[in-house]
């Protein structure tokens, strides 16, 4: 139990256009969806706190009109990255809590490359 | 300023050895979380302790917490290559990483 699923896994874009990742939790209901960022040999960065129905809380530093976020449902949550640069290539990592728990799960990422 | 820092960043420890990775967070966390890495994947959830004083084991590894302290351990007992990857801890508070200790194993 407590699969959390990403698409698309990877992703090469041109600089200029749009990219939107899915995260959904296959088996639970999650109240919360985190994304995360994270550059090469470097941590796990917080980008944004999601709740269902609500607007994301972005993390300080993060622009909230390049990284839309919507969580539409309770088991899924799309990362928007707008006007996608170069230096948005990364790692995406989305994870799910679910309802009434403290503790997370991981989605398998996604790799995002911006030529 | 919220901080979680582990220690060492890097590792590289012959199979067989003994070794502890130090986990150490800024702000009281009721929970704290250790997970590995492996290169080019996500994060597998490795450990959540619960508590001050929770001591949990699986395999070749072993986590403690002291809340008090703001400190957690990830011990490595006999090391083999298997557990060549990244290690994070993370705190509850804003669910912020640690910076990750990268461990190799030799053979």
């Known amino acids: 139990g407590a699969v959390v699923s990403q698409h698309p896994s990877r992703v090469i874009c041109k600089s200029g256009t749009s990219v939107k990742i899915e995260c959904r939790s296959l088996?639970?209901?999650?109240?919360?969806m985190f994304w995360y960022r994270q550059f090469p040999k470097q941590s796990l960065m917080l980008m944004a706190t999601?709740?269902?129905?609500?607007?994301?809380?972005?993390e300080q530093g993060v622009e909230k009109d390049k990284f839309l976020i919507n969580h539409a449902s309770l088991t899924l949550s799309t990362l928007t990255v707008t006007s996608a640069h170069p230096e948005d290539s990364s790692f995406y990592i989305c994870?799910?809590?679910?309802?009434?728990?403290?503790?997370?799960?991981f989605g398998p990422g996604t790799r995002l490359t911006v030529l | 300023e919220l901080k979680v820092e582990q220690n060492p960043l890097f590792l590289s420890m012959q199979e067989g050895k003994n070794y502890t990775i130090y986990c150490n967070y800024s702000?009281?966390?009721?929970?704290l979380y250790w997970y590995r890495q492996d290169p080019g994947k996500s994060l597998e959830s490795l450990f959540v302790?619960?508590?001050?004083?929770a001591v949990k084991q699986e395999g070749r590894l072993m986590a403690s917490l002291d809340t008090k302290a703001r400190l957690s351990t990830l011990h490595i007992t006999a090391a083999v290559h298997d557990l060549s990857a990244t290690y994070f801890c993370q705190g509850t508070y804003k669910y912020i990483f640690g910076t990750g200790t990268r461990l190799k194993v030799l053979a």
């Open positions: 702000t009281t966390s009721d929970r």
């Open positions: 999601s709740n269902e129905g609500s607007k994301a809380t972005y």
């Open positions: 088996d639970f209901q999650a109240t919360t």
């Open positions: 302790l619960l508590s001050n004083g």
């Open positions: 994870s799910a809590s679910p309802v009434g728990r403290n503790e997370q799960f």
